[in-house]
């Protein structure tokens, strides 16, 4: 795109049709037009999505959806399923969409199919996971010969968030003999305790990382070889005890992980996209292959939904373009994720860093500083916990602040009385965020309770909402590993179709780098000092730490002396 898409005819016109919008209240908009849910709601991949409580009507769609057409945005659909390198600040290819293509038609990378690949990865997943559950002849055993029944993975962001998040959903699925782990922090508060828990003789631990450089991923899988190596008195454990997912085969073996040992996988997978790669073996060992395998399946329906269905009726392409309008044209800064399913507690956690690692940028793919807002803040927590802590906010407060609100109509527990007060509260949030109570109808309200004029003068501002808060609604059935692969898919591609209208690119995070190159001179000038107070390499470690100190602030260099002033007391 030579122009940024601000300066095009289809943003001038969302613009002026903004103002024309902004007085009219979604209460006013469903008073107008009774078949609303009917004109805004559509159900695709067994999902259901309500959006007619957004602040939009038919002309506002068809707006959106020329942008979309300015945006190229069905050109740019075909260049990823192809296969192009569409993140071109890292000329990759994004192909999280190969890894969970079903139909195994071919695609190409740089002239060669990858889907060969991808599925003798899936077979070593089988095989191995088939082993650690004990579901094939030859089981996996630990070094004293035990069966396996903790499993570790180590990881951190994409080789972290992904995997537990669908290992915590899909829990009515694990196998019963195993629990899972997930360490990410490098304060060793994550891993220690994570290892009290723990019988050395029966654990195994995943390394998952991309690069197999990450100071954190990198520290934590030592600390736990070495635990592992003491309790069990020898080396030769670790091969029984450690496997790697990575696309960094020399790391991993300078590690000391066996390449027999490896899981690998490729750098056109995204570190945020990357859950349905090797990166989703804790989840194939919990869940089994099988149900894995439902999980590609779930989303590779999804990825067909948005190749082929016409926009009007596209799930992430009109999830994309609600979430552009209320960015640049209503001026929303954050968006909510409120999954009325309480396994999803950590779907947000996930969403944070799809949307926010992905959408977080401010040039365009060809380097033009842009002049709009894009990606959101993401936030949320599962309902009905977050209507007792934050909700006071959305109802009453100043942030307009659309939300996605996930809703099963099953739960995985059936206890009496549970799930219709799950469904009615959600019913109910959705509908009292939009429609507010006006002061006419809390001074009936209150009147009718009997209260007196001087309490109801006193009372009144407080009592009133203002409603208009909009929000989304997913519906769907039950959360199998099918339908969760679907609403993760949904997602992603909701994030594409965004970094498309805004002319971003979605898969790259330089934003990381910084503070990841700082925190590495910080460290040295940690380490120096410690060096020098052990006398040998002192006057070394003094110098690290004074160039160190030179290319720090000041209030970074006093924290860093109270540090060590600390560290001597
Ligand atoms: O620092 C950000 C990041 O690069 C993420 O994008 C990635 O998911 C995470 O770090 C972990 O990286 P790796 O899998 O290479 O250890």
């Known amino acids: 795109m030579d122009k940024l898409i601000s300066h095009s005819a289809a943003w001038a016109a969302l613009k ?3 103002h024309q919008l902004a007085p009219i209240h979604l209460r006013d908009l469903f008073a107008e037009d009774s078949q609303r849910f009917e004109r805004f709601s559509v159900e695709a991949c067994g999902l259901l999505l309500d959006y007619s409580k957004n602040r939009l009507t038919r002309d506002t769609l068809s707006l959106l959806l020329n942008l979309a057409t300015e945006a190229k945005l069905q050109d740019w659909i075909a260049r990823l399923f192809q296969g192009e390198k569409v ?16 139909s195994n038609r071919p695609i190409r990378v740089d002239g060669k199919n990858v889907m060969p690949d991808i599925n003798a990865v899936l077979a070593k997943m089988r095989q191995f996971s088939d082993s650690v559950r004990g579901d094939s002849k030859k089981q996996w055993r630990g070094y004293t010969g035990k069966p396996i029944e903790s499993i570790v993975n180590i990881g951190i962001g994409g080789s972290d968030l992904g995997p537990a998040m669908v290992t915590r959903a899909l829990k009515a699925y694990h196998h019963p003999r195993l629990r899972s782990y997930f360490v990410s922090n490098v304060d060793s508060t994550h891993l220690g305790e994570t290892l009290a828990a723990l019988n050395p003789e029966t654990t195994l631990f995943i390394v998952a990382s991309k690069t197999f450089t ?15 190596i003491d309790k069990l008195g020898d080396n030769n454990a670790v091969a029984k005890h450690f496997v790697a997912v990575s696309t960094a085969t020399q790391q991993v073996t300078e590690f000391g992980i066996d390449p027999i040992n490896m899981f690998e996988f490729w750098d056109w997978v ?26 590609l399946a779930g989303a590779h329906e999804m990825d067909t939904h948005f190749e082929t269905a016409p926009f009007a009726e596209n799930l992430p392409v009109l999830m994309g373009l609600i979430g552009v309008w209320y960015s640049r044209f209503l001026g929303a800064t954050t968006h909510a994720v409120l999954p009325y399913d309480y396994c999803l507690e950590l779907f947000p956690a996930h969403l944070q860093q799809l ?14 500083e842009v002049d709009y807002p894009t990606g959101p803040i993401i936030w949320g927590t599962p309902g009905n916990n977050g209507q007792h802590a934050f909700y006071q906010l959305l109802h009453q407060g100043t942030h307009l602040v659309p939300a996605d609100f996930i809703i099963a109509i099953e739960s995985q527990y059936d206890l009496p009385g549970h799930q219709n007060a799950v469904l009615s509260n959600a019913l109910a949030q959705t509908h009292a965020l939009m429609m507010g109570r006006t002061a006419e109808q809390t001074k009936q309200a209150l009147y009718s ?15 009133v909402f203002q409603g208009n808060q909009p929000s989304n609604t997913l519906v769907y059935k039950k959360l199998t590993p099918q339908v969760l692969g679907k609403l993760l898919a949904l997602y992603e591609h909701k994030v594409y179709v965004q970094g498309i209208c805004w002319g971003i690119n979605p898969f790259d995070q330089w934003g990381v780098e910084l503070g990841k190159q700082v925190a590495s001179t910080l460290m040295s000038a940690l380490r120096a000092e410690k060096a020098g107070l052990n006398g040998l390499n002192g006057l070394n470690g003094l110098k690290e730490t004074a160039q160190a100190h030179e290319r720090h602030d000041s209030s970074t260099d006093g924290l860093l002396n109270y540090i060590k002033a600390y560290r001597h007391r």
Do not use: C
């Open 16 to 18: 002026a049709h903004q």
């Open 270 to 295: 995204g570190g945020r996209y990357s859950l349905w790669s090797a990166i989703g073996l804790p989840i194939a060992v919990m869940i089994g292959m099988n149900n894995f395998e439902q999980l």
């Open 449 to 463: 309770s009997g209260i007196t004029d001087k309490m109801l003068t006193q009372q009144l501002p407080h009592r």
């Open 214 to 228: 990450t100071q954190e991923t990198l520290l934590n899988a030592t600390s736990a070889r070495q635990w592992l």
């Open 355 to 368: 949307i926010m690692e992905s959408l977080g940028k401010r040039v365009t793919r060809d380097g033009k």
């Open 87 to 102: 993140n071109n600040t890292e000329q990759r290819a994004a192909l999280h969409i190969a890894l969970r293509n079903r």
